[in-house]
């Protein structure tokens, strides 16, 4: 995904409040979809533009004595910056709700991812900019505009913005290992991470 069909996707008025929330998120924040859809108003800071994904991937690694077995490793809540807009959006959804799962349906019930993958590439095909990256021999399809593409495109604008890579692998809960197939540890300071999102990341500079 380019920057002009994330802006799309994330700004367009035929897209509804909650789910063009959802999709901002993951833009914004790189948390995985899952984390966002798992996020509740009692982790939001409303005033300093914070959200707290509580429930977040665990991590294994081998177990020691056996590496055929893995162990898994303590799981530490992420913390993530908001655009303003997105923050006052936020405002606008949850209302006067204290508590709970911030992306339910009108009965209160939380939705489920796989609902919001169907929306995006419902309002995709819609604003006409759904694409197919690739077809499988068993007739399945890879989509271009999906939550997960929006995750992955907002660490790759940011980072060709001129952003630091380190960090935006920092804010999205992965190693540069993964990131460039090499390891190497910049600690969890999120203060330099939101630092570098306000400069760097489209959704931030050009205030959408």
Known sequence: MNVEECRIICTDYRIPTREKLFFRIIYETQLRPFEVLNLKIEDWDRNQHLITAVRVKQKTKPKKGNRKEKEW??????????????????????????KGHIFINEKGEQLSL???????????KIIGIQKIKKYYADGRTLKLITCMALREA????????????????????????????HYEKVGEDFEQVHESYRKFHPAFVENW
């Not at 796989?114 to 995709?124: G, K, L, P, Q, T």
């Open 73 to 98: 490793l303590p799981s530490t809540p992420r913390t993530a910056l908001l655009s303003e807009n997105t923050n006052e959006m936020l405002r606008t959804l949850v209302s006067n709700r204290k």
């Open 114 to 124: 796989e609902w919001f993958n169907e929306r995006i590439n419902h309002y995709a």
């Open 154 to 181: 907002g660490e790759r604008h940011h980072d060709n913005a001129g952003g630091s890579r380190k960090l935006s692998a920092v804010a999205a809960g992965h190693t540069m290992e993964v990131k460039e197939r």
